[in-house]
């Protein structure tokens, strides 16, 4: 199990959620809106069809996550997964924590900050958390993890959609 998160809450408003968005996260609102509205999705899509392959799961604590190795290919220097990659991993990671309960958003703002290189050919934990929101706002944070040492975190500001029509 990996270190919970401390991140600084200063620029993120202290506003309830409304109700209807205060929802407990679940992995059957997390896989039907990933059907729904994710079906071309980079990040998700298997690694057999040119994605990433990221899969996630809600946790007890309501964040999601998902055990990846980053596909051959996606290096930057030698032996280094690419920060890009990186980047789009904890993106998805929080648009998966907005899914989990419920939640259609686009990203609006994105800062990420590398702390270590990420090993390609290793597996890593991506988790994803929503943390606070201001309708139509939501503030969440990621983070990726590789052998117990925390590699990269963001923190992003994403905008309310409505979902695709069916």
């Known amino acids: 199990m990996q270190p919970s998160s401390q ?55 309501g964040a999601v996550a998902s055990e990846w190795t980053c596909p051959p290919g996606g290096e930057s220097f030698a032996g280094i997964v690419h920060g890009g990659l990186l980047a789009t991993a904890l993106d ?18 994105l800062t990420v900050r590398y702390r270590q290189s990420v090993r390609l050919g290793a597996q890593v934990r991506v988790v994803g958390r929503h943390r606070q929101a201001a309708h139509p706002l939501h503030y969440l944070e990621a983070e990726v993890w590789q052998d117990g040492a925390l590699c990269a975190r963001a923190q992003a500001k994403f905008m309310a959609t409505q979902p ?3």
Do not use: K, N, W, Y
């Open 164 to 166: 695709l029509p069916r």
């Open 7 to 61: 991140t600084s809450q200063q620029s993120v408003p202290r506003v309830a959620m409304p109700p209807e968005e205060a929802e407990v996260p679940s992995d059957v609102r997390l896989q039907a809106l990933c059907a729904q509205e994710h079906q071309a999705c980079f990040a998700c899509r298997p690694v057999g069809q040119g994605g990433l392959g990221l899969v996630f799961t809600v946790q007890e604590d």
């Open 92 to 109: 998805s990671a929080m648009v998966h924590a907005l899914f989990a309960r419920g939640i259609v958003a686009r990203t609006g703002e």
